[in-house]
Every structure is written in structure tokens, then in C-alpha cells.
């Protein structure tokens, strides 16, 4: 057994650990009460790489959660740079009760490790770090040079690090980017993701009445904002799932007859979307298959809604306002600021006289989508390959990772999208998990990914 293998091999136990002692921090962005843990976490993090044998630790301040930036950069300037990229903030766990073990407290069962963060994206973040320590613990070197930069506020929408990556060009510069925040379609199916689609997000409020009004007094009489709300949303899809706004699809670029020729090898469909989401039946635009509903066509959301009154016991109130969520996936080439205009305007026209509506849009980001044909591209193939004795297929993913767009702008440099999760991890759900073989396969393919480049 070569070094290597054999270091791997005898500190696998530890790894895990460490992990686990990851996991434990409670580094929710979205929540300003976990303000200490975010820090913590970023530190933790930081103390980690350099024991790795990474140089340079930076944790910086933003005006956001802080950033932890490290290096290594012995292979010599004939070598590539490899960029990682990933994130330490988490979701919140609600709702809580629906938890078959506490989300802070790692569990292990059937191989899997359940805590929050442990697919998205601590335990594949922590491959890379661990990838690098074993070349570095038992060879002495990386045959690449590598930074990382791993960030605090992914979920809250990137804020401090779309900032920061154009203002630190010099720092980040690297040959390409890599970046383990998504999942390959089975344990033994590697998949690489050449698009993410891009998101539009706002808060709607209907206001009717002044104040919350008495409905015997006033029913009949007096539109009611949850209803007038209702009815706004209702009119946004049509009855076959198209979205209605005027002008959303305009920049929606066609997929090819390749593409979707390509996309129908994805060993995905309807009956895996029933197993894995435990919905009565599919739901969507009729002329696209599964695949290309939640990789290649947009969406409209409605995430949330709220308004009147919802708790114990009956208030018979005609609601004064009504709050609603929404978001939007997005694919190339549309552009988040414009659908929130267009969003608006349509909402304008189409309420009553008897309400008003505003919209606040809030952080976006653009869709993403990459050439199959990059050199990088066939590294990562072959690197999967070997470890997962599979060659991997090419698809494109739902999710957003706003940095990525601000990487390829900014960095000029290709952006491969390596996942280690698998599709029922359930990412921002209640029992997430990460399967521990991924894990320790994702240490065995980074490292195959960099000796391949
Ligand atoms: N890791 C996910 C994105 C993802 C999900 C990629 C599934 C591939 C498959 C990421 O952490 C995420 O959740 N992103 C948010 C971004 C948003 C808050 C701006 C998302 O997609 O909702
Ligand atoms: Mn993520
Ligand atoms: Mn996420």
C-alpha cells in the first residue's frame, strides 16, 4: 500500500470525528442570535487547516460572518491553482420536533451521519480539507497549488463574499474552481452538475383595511388581505404550471434538442421525484420531463405566507395585511433584477382597487451553466471514475450557489461542481444526513481530482 492509501486508511476514525465536532456548532446565518456560533465555527475551521498543514489561516471580519481564507502554494508556478469554495453557515432546524435525533447532536445510523450541515456543506467541505492534509501528511506536497475560501453567509445569499472576490482578484486568482455543495444522483452514480439555476427573492404585503376589523361588521363589505393575497398568487401559474408574468420567459434560453437528448439519459424520473419527496403525484409544466423541470426551466414560489389571525381558539377578524414569500429559480439567460421588476409591475396591475400591494426583492442570484469540453470537466470525470467505478453523468441542478457566477466573472477561472451528497440527504429539511462512504470516497476523488489536473 503506497503512503497514502495507508494514512487514509488508519486516520479514517478521526476524520469522522472531527467532522462530528464540526457539526456540533450551531452556525445558522439566517438567525442573528447565533452570531458567537458563526465565529466559533469559522475558527474552528481555520484552527483545522492549519494542523492540515495549510498555510497562511486568515479568519476575516466582514460586515457579515467572517471568511476563512488558507493557502498552499509550493507546487510550483507551473502548476495550476485550485480554488475550493464551500460554506460553514447551515439552515435552521425547524421544524424541530419532526427530528428523530437533535440536529446539533450528530447521530450515526446505516451509515449515514444526521446532524444539520452535514450534506450542506460541512461534511463536504471537510473533504477537501482532509484530501489535502493526507497528500500533505504523507507525501510532504499537493501537486497543485490550492486556497480555499470557505464563507459564513451562503444561505443568507453570499453577501460579504460577492464583495469580497471582486475586490481580492489577486488573492483568490486561481486556474479553477472547485466546489463540493451538491450530490451525485446514487452512491455508486457520480454526476457532474454544468448549470445551477439562478434565484430572485421578495417579500409581498397586501394591505387592505387600516386596522384588523370585526367581520360581522364589516364582512361583505370590506375585501380581506389574506383573501385578496390568495387571489394575487393564484394568478401567477397557469392551470398547466406556467408561470404568468408578462415577459418571464423572454430570456429563457431554449435547451437544445443535445441537450435534452442528454438530459433524457439522466436515470431520473417521476418515481424516483415520488419516493424521494413522498408527494401524491408530480406537479409541473406538462411538456418537460422531470429532469428538465428541476435542472433547465424556471420557477415561481410561493414560500411562505402569512396574515390575520392563526392562533389558538377563533378571532373573527377581516385581516388588515398579508405576507407572502416568494422566490424564483431562474435559468440562463434571465436576469434576477428584471424578473423583479417584471414581478412588481404585474402585481401592480393586477390588484384590486380595494387593496394595495408593495414588493421588497431582496439578494439574488444569476443562473449558471458551463461547457461540457473543459479539461477540468474530464479531470473530474476521470477522477469520479476511479474511486467510484462509475463514469459519471452530466446534469444540471434546481439548487442556487450565488458565488459561482461571481467566481467565473471575476476569476475568469471554469467552475467544477463536485458533489458527494446523494438526492434524499434532505438538504434544509428535518433528519438531514450525509452518507459516511461519500465521504470518505469524496477525500479518495479530491485527491484523484488534483493529481489528475
Ligand atoms: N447547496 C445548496 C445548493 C444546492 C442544493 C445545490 C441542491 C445542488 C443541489 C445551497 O446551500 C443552497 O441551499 N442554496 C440556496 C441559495 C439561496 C439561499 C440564495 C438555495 O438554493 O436555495
Ligand atoms: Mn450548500
Ligand atoms: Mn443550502
Known amino acids: 500500500m503506497s503512503a497514502i492509501t495507508t494514512y487514509l486508511e488508519e486516520n479514517k476514525p478521526r476524520q469522522l470525528e472531527e467532522l462530528i465536532e464540526w457539526l456540533r456548532m450551531p452556525s445558522i446565518s439566517t438567525l442573528s442570535e447565533h452570531k458567537a456560533d458563526m465565529l466559533a465555527a469559522a475558527e474552528w475551521l481555520g484552527a483545522r487547516m492549519r494542523e492540515a498543514g495549510l498555510e497562511h ?31 460553514y453557515d447551515v439552515q435552521p432546524v425547524d421544524p424541530l420536533d419532526e427530528w428523530e435525533t437533535p ?49 459564513g453567509e451562503e444561505e443568507a445569499g453570499s453577501g460579504a463574499l460577492t464583495a469580497f472576490v471582486p475586490a481580492n482578484r489577486d488573492k483568490l486568482a486561481a486556474n479553477v474552481c472547485l466546489i463540493s455543495d451538491s450530490h451525485i444522483l446514487a452512491p455508486d452514480q457520480p454526476s457532474i452538475l454544468y ?23 364589516y364582512g361583505g363589505a370590506i375585501h380581506n388581505a389574506n383573501q385578496a393575497l390568495a387571489e394575487l398568487l393564484a394568478a401567477l401559474h397557469d392551470a398547466d404550471g406556467h408561470i ?7 430570456n429563457v434560453r431554449p435547451l437544445s434538442d443535445e441537450e ?32 428538465e423541470r428541476t435542472g433547465a426551466r424556471p420557477t415561481l414560489e410561493i414560500n411562505g405566507m402569512w396574515g390575520g389571525f392563526t392562533g389558538e381558539g377563533f378571532k373573527t377578524v377581516i385581516p388588515s395585511k398579508a405576507h407572502a414569500k ?63 467505478g462509475n463514469e459519471p453523468v452530466y446534469t444540471r441542478e434546481g439548487g442556487s450557489i ?9 476569476l475568469g477561472a471554469p467552475v467544477i461542481l463536485m458533489g458527494f451528497g446523494l438526492p434524499d440527504d434532505r438538504l434544509h429539511a428535518p433528519n438531514e444526513k450525509f452518507h459516511i462512504p461519500n465521504f470518505y470516497k469524496g477525500i479518495q476523488t479530491s485527491i484523484a481530482f488534483m493529481e489528475e489536473l
Open 195 to 217: 448549470g445551477l439555476r439562478g434565484m430572485w427573492k421578495g417579500e409581498l404585503t397586501v394591505t387592505g383595511p387600516a386596522t384588523d376589523l370585526h367581520s360581522g361588521s
Open 244 to 250: 404568468t408574468v408578462p415577459g418571464f420567459y423572454d
Open 103 to 151: 440536529p446539533f447532536e450528530p447521530d450515526i445510523r446505516n451509515e449515514n451521519i444526521y446532524a444539520r450541515g452535514a450534506a450542506d456543506d460541512k461534511g463536504q467541505v471537510y473533504i477537501h480539507v482532509k484530501a489535502v492534509e493526507a497528500l500533505l501528511q504523507s507525501e510532504g506536497a499537493l501537486p497543485v497549488n490550492v486556497k480555499f475560501i470557505v464563507e
Open 402 to 410: 450565488p458565488i459561482v457566477t461571481v467566481f467565473q466573472q471575476a
Open 260 to 291: 435534452r437528448a442528454a438530459l433524457a439519459k439522466v436515470p431520473y424520473g417521476e418515481k424516483e421525484l415520488l419516493e424521494e419527496s413522498g408527494a401524491p403525484a408530480a406537479w409541473g409544466e406538462p411538456e418537460y420531463t422531470i429532469v
Open 57 to 87: 489561516v486568515e479568519v476575516i471580519p466582514t460586515e457579515g460572518n467572517p471568511l476563512v481564507y488558507v493557502d498552499w502554494l509550493h507546487a510550483g508556478a507551473d502548476k495550476p491553482t485550485v480554488l475550493v469554495y464551500g460554506h
Open 326 to 388: 416568494i422566490s424564483c429559480r431562474l435559468v440562463p439567460d434571465q436576469d434576477p433584477q428584471r424578473i423583479g421588476r417584471l414581478i412588481e409591475a404585474y402585481l401592480q396591475e393586477l390588484a384590486p382597487p380595494t387593496i394595495t400591494v408593495a414588493l421588497e426583492s431582496t439578494q439574488g442570484a444569476r443562473p449558471f451553466i458551463a461547457p461540457l469540453d473543459l479539461p477540468e470537466m474530464k479531470a473530474a470525470a476521470k477522477a469520479y471514475a476511479q474511486v467510484f
